[in-house]
């Protein structure tokens, strides 16, 4: 086995990184719009040569206020898988009722957060920053997949998670206090959030036949490509927030090279960073070789 994760375990570690909202981001609490949200490595604004220092600090804000927003997107439609995958389990093991119930309970919490997030960064933004969705609309789509394929879309989204902070925003002191201090608390509960995930495309995974298991990764497929439609979209709205924030237009050209550049760095935040996670790839091993080289062959599109 190429993990040694369970549930009771799972809880016990949830208990002790528990935090409430109130401490991480209590009434009044101010973000520093003098400095970056999002490391260059997820942002990937630096190349863009024709904006100079402030424009480049400002797209990269936006890119944070998507960053947050799409978590909270992405939130919306875990939250029910979780509960969905729990209620069968109720009159079952305790505690692994019990750690899929508070792996809901804190996703809801996180999509608390980044609404109060969203709410303190237009206050002082000053400009209007679209995200796409609606989250419901986003969520059915999702949610209408072999529950496999959304497990694993998933487990790829929690494990991203992880690697952004630690690999890029941990050690980042360039970065907004606040915004860090966001990201350093999301990614203290997902990191349980991984580890019973695993366990859930595990469970959901055994008994199947070569067959539903190739149909499941298709599903897995089907849902990255309707997710990288919508991050097209948003790369279009963010900007149309940035030109509305420092007043400026741009040529055709200038306006699809941009596009193209954006569209590509949302696609490794989202998906490419996901996809290429040795903890992810492990567990698409683990059940289906077939799908983890099906994966490998489709990660360099999204680098």
Not at 7 to 22: D, G, N, Q, T, V
Not at 46 to 72: C, M, P, T, V, W
Not at 265 to 294: C, D, M, N, Q
Request: charge should be negative; proline fraction near 4%.
């Amino acid at each position: 086995m190429f993990h040694e994760f369970n549930y009771s375990a799972i809880l016990a570690a949830s208990s002790r990184a528990s935090w409430e909202i109130e401490d991480v981001i209590p009434d009044g609490a101010r973000l520093d719009f003098t400095r970056p949200f999002m490391p260059e490595a997820l942002a990937r604004i630096a190349g863009l040569d024709r904006l100079s220092a402030d424009e480049k600090r400002i797209f990269n804000q936006i890119r944070g206020h998507d960053y947050l927003s799409i978590f909270g997107l992405v939130e919306e439609f875990i939250l029910p898988f979780v509960l969905d995958h729990a209620r069968p389990q109720l009159n079952g093991d305790d505690e692994r009722v019990r750690a899929l119930l508070n792996f809901a309970s804190e996703e809801a919490k996180h999509i608390h957060l980044f609404k109060r997030f969203h709410a303190a960064f237009t206050e002082d933004f000053g400009h209007e920053c679209k995200v796409i969705g609606p989250a419901d609309a986003v969520a059915a789509e999702v949610l209408r997949h072999d529950p496999l394929s959304i497990a694993l879309v998933i487990l790829m989204i929690e494990w991203m998670s992880q690697s952004h902070y630690v690999d890029s925003i941990k050690d980042n002191q360039d970065l907004d206090p606040l915004f860090k201090s966001l990201l350093k608390h999301h990614w203290m509960e997902e990191a349980q959030h991984a580890k019973l995930d695993t366990l859930m495309v595990e469970a959901l995974a055994e008994g199947r036949s070569p067959e539903a298991m190739t149909a499941a990764i298709d599903g897995f497929f089907e849902i990255g490509l309707y997710l990288d439609a919508g991050f097209r979209a948003q790369a279009e709205l963010n900007l149309a927030a940035f030109g509305g924030a420092v007043g400026r237009t741009f040529s055709g050209e200038e306006r699809e090279a941009i596009l193209t550049q954006q569209h590509q760095a949302l696609r490794w935040t989202y998906l490419g960073s996901g996809l290429v996670h040795p903890k992810f790839r492990a567990t698409v091993g683990a059940i289906s070789p077939e799908g983890l080289a099906r994966i490998d062959e489709a990660a360099p599109n999204f680098a």
